[in-house]
């Protein structure tokens, strides 16, 4: 894949797999810690978020990055009050920190405070636009639990959980 190319999974309709596109991300992100490496219990959440990105179609640039976590709570049963907790629990939320620390390590911080502070304002419109089409969802993509969609196609995900009104 060339530097310029966007990943396989980005593509709204992208056939590969949920695991071939996990693949493909750690591929894509060689200096990303590969939560499949280390311990489960405190892997799971950065596995999940890792996963996220696939389902979601997003990359990791800042635009999809800060896209990714409210789609997150509003299209899966990971919710905000999920996230809260999480960042409280000693087990867990050293893997979050572990995330930032990644993308500190990949652009350093000023690059990262900077990007927020510039692509919030765009992102703004979509979120709003996000956050209506999500009212009334009754079908929640598993966040914790995505290891039954490992096999079957993004496509086929995305069409049940009613994502592609989300995905560029």
Same mark, same amino acid.
């Given at each position: 894949?060339?530097?310029?190319?966007?990943?396989?999974?980005?593509?709204?309709?992208?056939?590969?797999?949920?695991?071939?596109?996990?693949?493909?991300?750690?591929?894509?992100?060689?200096?990303?810690?590969?939560?499949?490496?280390?311990?489960?219990?405190?892997?799971?959440?950065?596995?999940?978020?890792?996963?996220?990105?696939?389902?979601?179609?997003?990359?990791?640039?800042? *635009?999809?990055?800060?896209?990714?976590?409210?789609?997150?709570?509003?299209?899966?049963? *990971?919710?905000?009050?999920?996230? !809260?907790?999480? !960042?409280?629990?000693?087990?867990?939320?050293?893997?979050?920190?572990?995330?930032?620390?990644? !993308?500190?390590?990949?652009?350093?911080?000023?690059?990262? *405070?900077?990007s927020i502070f510039f692509v919030?304002?765009?992102?703004?419109?979509?979120?709003?636009?996000?956050?209506?089409?999500?009212?009334?969802?009754? /079908?929640?993509?598993?966040?914790?639990?995505?290891?039954?969609?490992?096999?079957?196609?993004?496509?086929?995900? /995305?069409?049940?959980?009613?994502?592609?009104?989300?995905i560029r």
């Amino acid at each position: 894949m060339s530097q310029h190319s966007r990943p396989l999974y980005t593509n709204r309709n992208s056939t590969q797999t949920l695991r071939q596109g996990l693949e493909e991300y750690y591929v894509v992100n060689p200096n990303f810690t590969d939560p499949r490496k280390l311990p489960p219990e405190f892997a799971k959440i950065l596995l999940a978020h890792d996963v996220s990105h696939i389902v979601y179609g997003c990359d990791t640039g800042m *635009y999809d990055e800060l896209k990714i976590l409210p789609l997150t709570w509003w299209t899966s049963n *990971y919710k905000f009050r999920d996230h !809260l907790r999480t !960042l409280k629990d000693p087990i867990i939320s050293p893997a979050i920190k572990l995330m930032y620390n990644d !993308l500190i390590k990949e652009h350093g911080v000023i690059w990262l *405070y900077t990007s927020i502070f510039f692509v919030l304002p765009q992102l703004l419109p979509e979120l709003i636009s996000m956050w209506r089409k999500s009212r009334q969802r009754e /079908r929640f993509v598993p966040f914790l639990e995505f290891e039954p969609l490992l096999d079957r196609s993004l496509l086929e995900i /995305r069409q049940e959980f009613d994502l592609l009104p989300f995905i560029r």
